[in-house]
């Protein structure tokens, strides 16, 4: 009979075999959810591959690259309470759909879950859930997982009404780490997010990217999140911190200088979160300075 609670946005751009392999794969699940697939302008016919190959599913085929903004477009396709984030080269495991409504029909609160991660074709957990296990973030005893401070998008199934509410993906950030900046707008709002261990998503890194521009647009974002959410400083020894610690070449520069351009944009916008959400999320800073998963070093 399926899951009608939830949905599937899938974002894409040039990857046509992958985001065909993707939806595929999310067709045959059990819980035969909805799913809508933006294509961020792809030049290779991934709109009309997947249309033409899987009627059902609903394509939005954007004139150009839109990054994470590309989500929130496919929200907005939807009616479902939940929905699930996939990109291009992940896909959801059977059953974790269903189980990601469960835990957000019994917490009413809970805005959005992370699941485990699986890399494939080894099949090995990917090193981030090792810390997304072992979070620093204190959370209420209700929570069904450990309480997080920010997610990976293409793992997450979000409450929808709570995705509308915060905004949805920041259109400035584009592509990479906009994760942190929607994650603590919603623990702002007073929703709660946190890692399900019994949700599985599987990843096999495309090998069409462009490792470089990610880690200069990362970099960047990290440096605008920075100074948009946290307090004085607390921004400033962030700041430092990624000053000591990025490689010092050209990408790193041009991240400075991407960074620095936004000053307008920066102070306009500028929201330091509540000393209350600030307080709570303090152990990142310490569990960010220990990671060997998320490292400006691509």
Request: net charge neutral.
């Amino acid at each position: 009979m399926g899951d009608p609670r939830v949905g599937v946005v899938v974002i894409t751009w040039q990857r046509r075999d992958e985001a065909v392999a993707c939806v595929q794969r999310l067709l045959e699940l059990p819980e035969q959810p909805h799913v809508v697939l933006v294509d961020n302008g792809s030049t290779d016919g991934t709109a009309d591959a997947v249309r033409d190959r899987f009627p059902t599913v609903e394509v939005v085929a954007l004139s150009e690259n839109l990054g994470a903004v590309g989500r929130n477009i496919g929200v907005r396709r939807l009616r479902t309470p939940y929905v699930a984030f996939c990109d291009d080269d992940t896909w959801w495991s059977p059953g974790s759909l269903t189980r990601a409504a469960d835990a957000l029909d019994d917490h009413p609160q809970l805005g959005l879950v992370n699941a485990r991660i699986v890399v494939e074709p080894s099949g090995a957990e990917d090193p981030i859930v090792a810390e997304l296990r072992d979070s620093p973030v204190p959370g209420p005893d209700w929570l069904p997982g450990p309480a997080l401070g920010s997610f990976l998008a293409g793992a997450s199934v979000v409450r929808r009404e709570a995705f509308e509410a915060a905004g949805g993906f920041n259109e400035r950030l584009w592509l990479g780490g906009e994760e942190e900046l929607l994650a603590t707008d919603l623990l702002t709002a007073g929703w709660e997010l946190c890692y399900l261990e019994e949700l599985t998503v599987h990843h096999r890194a495309s090998l069409l990217r462009d490792a470089t521009h990610r880690r200069r647009v990362g970099l960047r974002n990290t440096l605008w999140f920075t100074w948009l959410r946290r307090p004085a400083g607390a921004a400033v020894r962030r700041t430092l911190f990624l000053a000591r610690t990025v490689p010092r070449d050209r990408t790193s520069l041009l991240a400075a200088a991407d960074a620095a351009r936004g000053l307008g944009w920066l102070l306009a916008n500028r929201r330091p979160r509540p000393p209350m959400v600030e307080a709570r999320l303090s152990g990142l800073d310490e569990a960010q300075r220990r990671s060997v998963a998320r490292r400006y070093v691509g």
